[in-house]
């Protein structure tokens, strides 16, 4: 069966991306900081050390069972991801819920609290003593600008931002198992330890969120080469490398800290590189987890302004987002309305100003002020926000696929695998993360919620006016 959506061939959308730079982009968007910081989290949380190196396995493989549901429908619906998906199965209104939603908060929000995670180690390294909104910001526009040169300068600074990132995990692992490490590093936990609490729930969704970002790579589908299939192969291989890494990295942490380093340590990645590079280890983490967030930034406006272009071709409102740079390959009106709208949530809770604007603006219809004290921080506070409508979509997707199966549009060229027991537990788990979410962001996921129902309206707004015109040309 022929792509029913050839728009690889299409101004704009030309194959030029290969296998690598397919799984570059969705490598350099997983892997952000997430590594650094949750561990200690995850491993609180779950009884053994080896049940934590099995969460992290698990993560990966419910992950890489959603690749592989994009994956098919990525190849037969090339042009913006999950916007293309949930359009071809349930019509405009519902892809442009999910394009608004994408612009207002999804991938906005995760590029500014990448930002806010840079920002924060670029303080520790260089000692600025500047408002967080400052270095935050100027990440966002850094990134902006080299994604908005060419097409061929952007896949380079991905590419070589993504082999960086992975080159000092493989030092972090390497150093890590060199470590004398402890007899008991990933034992079971001892008896006096046994009556602590633990939320194997709570572990699983941290873990799914390091894992979060791959979906955003199948919006490039239409500028792959050969996509029908190396966008498989990005997805599958890509994602089950990323699951090996993530193993390792967490079974080096526990070799070097033991059990119960990496629960009492809130940077394992440093307290594992001190054994053997001493004061240079903080240094070397900071820059590290710089390399890895402002790779994450580079790839979400990579792939985001692709999804933001396609909303655009589609929707007179939106039209002009649309426009590509001829000789660039670049949608850069669609790159820096992204970075626009990055910056302004950067300002909303990362300056004082904007805290007391919301709040203002929450008790103004009726909601209440916002519980600032209830997050550790900026980063924090975008990605509970993003985070329930973000699960609510990718369920829709997961639900998009049964319906473009069921219509006969899907499959095409590729098949996933399993199905449709595969896409079932996709779709478990992202009702698993809809529910989890939802439940701890509270105000913020209703903020979170109201982009989709500001496009809800105004799709049924535009649905009446043509309606009308019908009626009055009849």
């Not at 990055?342 to 103004?364: I, N």
């Not at 996933?416 to 913020?444: F, K, M, N």
């Amino acid at each position: 069966m022929a792509n029913s959506d050839d728009s690889s061939n299409a101004p704009g959308w030309q194959p030029r991306l290969s296998l690598w730079d397919a799984a570059s982009l969705m490598i350099g968007i997983v892997v952000g900081t997430s590594i650094f910081v949750l561990p200690s989290l995850i491993f609180s949380n779950v009884p053994s050390g080896p049940a934590g190196l099995g969460l992290w396995a698990l993560g990966g493989v419910l992950s890489l069972l959603g690749g592989l549901v994009f994956a098919e429908m990525a190849v037969q619906f090339p042009r913006g991801g999950a916007y293309a998906y949930l359009t071809a199965a349930f019509g405009p209104l519902c892809g442009l819920v999910y394009g608004v939603a994408f612009l207002s908060i999804i991938v906005t929000a995760n590029i500014g609290a990448m930002s806010f995670a840079a920002a924060e180690y670029a303080q520790q390294l260089l000692r600025w003593d500047l408002p967080i909104a400052v270095p935050a910001s100027a990440a966002i526009l850094l990134l902006a600008i080299l994604n908005t040169r060419t097409i061929n300068a952007s896949r380079r600074v991905q590419n070589t931002l993504t082999a960086a990132k992975l080159l000092g995990l493989v030092g972090i692992i390497a150093a890590g198992m060199a470590a004398s490490g402890t007899a008991d590093g990933v034992a079971v936990e001892s008896a006096t330890d046994a009556s602590a609490k633990r939320n194997l729930g709570l572990a699983l969704v941290l873990v799914l969120y390091a894992y979060g970002g791959w979906s955003d790579a199948a919006a490039v589908a239409a500028e792959v080469r050969n996509r029908s299939r190396n966008i498989p192969l990005a997805l599958g291989a890509g994602l089950a490398g990323i699951t090996l890494l993530y193993v390792l990295v967490n079974a080096a942490y526990l070799r070097a800290l033991g059990l119960e380093g990496v629960r009492a340590s809130s940077t394992p990645a440093e307290a594992a590189l001190t054994a053997t590079l001493g004061a240079a280890a903080g240094k070397v983490v900071s820059t590290l987890a710089i390399v890895s967030a402002l790779g994450a930034i580079h790839g979400m406006f990579f792939s985001g302004s692709r999804a933001i272009a396609s909303l655009g071709a589609d929707h007179r409102a939106f039209r002009w987002l649309g426009d590509w740079s001829p000789t660039r390959g670049i949608p850069a009106r669609a790159v820096w309305t992204l970075a626009a709208v990055a910056l302004l949530q950067v300002a909303a809770v990362g300056t004082a100003s904007g805290r007391q604007a919301l709040d203002h603006a929450t008790r103004e219809i009726g909601l209440g002020g916002i519980p600032w004290e209830r997050f550790r921080g900026e980063f924090e506070i975008l990605v509970v926000a993003g985070a329930p409508m973000f699960w609510l979509l990718m369920l829709l997707a997961g639900a998009a696929f049964f319906e473009l199966r069921r219509t006969g549009k899907c499959p095409g060229e590729f098949v996933c695998p399993g199905a449709p027991v595969a896409p079932l537990i996709y779709c478990a788990t992202c009702g698993y993360l809809l529910w989890s979410s939802a439940r701890h962001a509270e105000l913020l996921g209703l903020l979170g919620l109201l982009p989709a129902g500001w496009a809800l309206l105004l799709g049924l707004a535009a649905r009446r006016r043509r309606g009308s015109a019908g009626d009055a040309a009849r």
